[in-house]
């Protein structure tokens, strides 16, 4: 199994609906983010977590939320889903220290129509 | 806001080439880290330089690090039709405890066989 594992790998939805992205992770860290890309902008933060009860907002927070459901779960809410959140989403996790990177998860591609 | 930005945009060279990537940032940096994207994928990370190191190698890969300038390089040398890929450069801004990653564009490598 993956370390960090992403649901639905590709979702098609239609404007003003809910969705949710799920992740889960194996790595036992207390810290998972989620990401969006876009093609030309690179990655931007939208939510992270440094352990369950502590959540903060990232750079474009803003239509989104999040859920910490336990220390490997980290889901991402799009409560009225937009077009122009069409994008790639992905979730990644890390330890406490700064010794090592993140890991990713593959992703999860989200297409608002 | 875009905190590191990754020069070239893209590069093509030729299997056995070496390649040289880019990055400017602006604000005193934790550390910085060189991450790998295949096409779709997520991200792979691939190294990781302090802000008191100034090189760093890993296997084909070099990185160096001038505060001073706020610039960092990755060289990989006798490239592969393999790593074909995006990099991204991320800086780690944070002081002890926060650890969030800010990344960059991508520079698009392409390697011809």
């Known amino acids: 199994d993956a370390d960090v594992t992403q649901t639905p790998r590709n979702r098609i939805t239609k404007t003003g609906k809910r969705i949710m992205l799920e992740c889960s992770q194996t790595k036992g860290h207390d810290r998972m983010y989620w990401y969006r890309q876009d093609p030309g902008l690179g990655l931007r933060l939208i939510y992270y977590?440094?352990?369950?009860?502590?959540?903060n907002k990232g750079e474009i927070s803003d239509g989104y939320s999040v859920s910490r459901q336990a220390q490997a779960k980290f889901s991402l809410s799009l409560e009225s889903a937009i077009p122009n959140q069409t994008a790639l989403y992905f979730c990644?996790?890390?330890?406490?220290?700064?010794?090592?990177?993140?890991?990713f998860g593959s992703g999860t591609r989200l297409t608002v129509v | 806001s875009q905190q590191g930005e990754e020069d070239p945009q893209a590069l093509s060279i030729q299997e056995g080439e070496n390649a040289t990537m880019n990055c400017s940032y602006k604000t005193s940096i934790n550390n910085l880290q060189w991450y790998r994207q295949n096409s779709g994928r997520g991200l792979v990370h691939l190294i990781l330089?302090?802000?008191?190191?100034r090189e760093k190698h890993s296997g084909r890969l070099r990185v160096t690090l001038d505060t001073s300038k706020k610039s960092s390089s990755l060289l990989i040398t006798a490239s592969r039709a393999a790593d074909t890929a995006s990099y991204f450069c991320?800086?780690?801004?944070?002081?002890?405890?926060?650890?969030?990653?800010?990344f960059g564009k991508g520079t698009k490598l392409s390697v011809i066989p």
């Open positions: 991320a800086t780690d801004l944070s002081g002890a405890g926060s650890y969030q990653l800010t």
């Open positions: 977590s440094f352990d369950v009860k502590d959540i």
């Open positions: 990644a996790t890390s330890d406490s220290g700064t010794r090592y990177g993140y890991t």
């Open positions: 330089i302090r802000s008191n190191e």
